[in-house]
């Protein structure tokens, strides 16, 4: 029996039941493994008092300590996340919380291993961790949690001591592991564990039906994303609006949400673009497959799910050459790799709905992206480094 203990910054709850939904689908895919067993701590960070009362937080910290999620046994511990300190302090409030709950959880479920799942806070703060209990642990690279915290001032040495002291790393892709690397690990260290997608979720299905249910008269264009300046969600606008009859909705909502609505409203083209905010995640199979094409104007990525999802689901996509692009675009079906500027996504949109690929063809290549391989994948890694 392999019992593991994932950590994870990242993860649903009752408040954000879409919050890092693709740990909650990988670790539920570890624990049907066979001889298996998984425990979740999923810490809520939540900032001192006068901040506390914000409702956002105030929702959180009426969360549960303790709970059954979607067949899963998770713990949701408090740790104090500090404001304007740009994320110095937060492996150190992690481990101060964590410390006493692990070594409890430990005497009911002597855990053989720590699998963190996001980079930073949960990177450095399991190392600690693993070594204060004895057990190995294992971190994983997603995007952001390296791009941004590893290369940001107050935290970047964290990042790369963790990186360095992990008995295991693990990278959503080829250029993720890359990334990896170069803070200062060999690359034979880091191997690639990709995403998984639920291909009875996303599939190909009757796209007219789909855009009659919508409301959609025309070919759509659909978008998935936060709403941050890193998704490049303008690059599309405007691209989009320079193609006559083509109709653009994105899926997503944060920080740029009033600039963006500004940018459609001035694009000429308001009434075929539209911003549809936060989409559930049952709703988004249906906005996926309706669409001719996906596009997403990233400046970075590790490598994003809503790029497989769209493949499965039977739509090309139109994306930069960020992060592990290329792994996803590996054939002319699946879509097109260009230059992060609206004259190139316009003119890929258009080659696209001039020529579309059989939605059969397209879902082709998301085939090898699925979350049983990605359970067996990881357990086959954490149970090597147990046995190490």
Do not use: C
């Not at 979740?40 to 409702?55: S, W």
């Not at 791009?147 to 990186?163: E, I, L, M, P």
């Amino acid at each position: 029996m392999l019992r593991v203990l994932t950590l994870s910054t990242l993860f649903p709850d009752a408040t954000r039941p879409d919050f890092g939904i693709f740990v909650e689908r990988q670790t539920q895919a570890l624990a049907a493994r066979p001889e298996t067993a998984v425990r979740v701590v999923a810490p809520v960070g939540l900032p001192p008092l006068p901040f506390a009362l914000h409702p956002r937080y105030r929702a959180l910290a009426a969360l549960p300590l303790y709970e059954n999620w979607r067949g899963l046994a998770v713990d949701r511990p408090r740790f104090f996340n500090l404001p304007a300190v740009n994320g110095r302090f937060h492996a150190a409030m992690l481990v101060r919380a964590l410390r006493p709950l692990l070594a409890r959880i430990a005497r009911d479920f002597p855990f053989d291993v720590i699998d963190a799942s996001f980079f930073f806070p949960d990177g450095p703060a399991a190392i600690r961790l693993g070594k204060a209990l004895g057990v190995p642990v294992s971190i994983k690279a997603r995007g952001a949690d390296v791009h941004h915290w590893g290369r940001a001032g107050a935290t970047a040495r964290q990042v790369a001591d963790a990186a360095r002291r992990a008995d295991g790393l693990l990278a959503v892709s080829q250029a993720m592991a890359d990334d990896v690397a170069a803070l200062g690990v060999p690359r034979d260290r880091v191997r690639v564990h990709h995403t998984g997608v639920d291909h009875a979720r996303f599939r190909p299905r009757d796209r007219g039906a789909l855009k009659h249910l919508l409301a959609i008269d025309g070919p759509l264009v659909v978008s998935v994303g936060a709403l941050i300046e890193r998704k490049g969600h303008a690059i599309v606008i405007d691209a989009v609006a320079s193609l006559p009859g083509v109709h653009l909705r994105i899926a997503g909502d944060g920080p740029l949400r009033p600039a963006l609505e500004t940018r459609i409203a001035r694009s000429g083209a308001a009434d075929r673009i539209a911003l549809l905010g936060a989409v559930p995640n049952d709703r988004l199979p249906q906005w996926l497959a309706a669409a001719d094409a996906m596009a997403l104007a990233s400046a970075s990525e590790g490598l994003a799910n809503a790029w497989v999802e769209a493949l499965a689901s039977g739509t090309p996509i139109v994306i930069t050459s960020a992060g592990g692009a290329r792994e996803v675009v590996d054939r002319p079906e699946a879509g097109r790799i260009v230059d992060r500027t609206p004259q190139a996504f316009a003119a890929a949109i258009a080659a696209l709905l001039d020529n579309p690929p059989a939605p059969h063809r397209v879902a082709a290549a998301a085939q090898r992206f699925g979350w049983e391989a990605n359970g067996a994948a990881l357990r086959a890694h954490l149970a090597a480094l147990v046995g190490r």
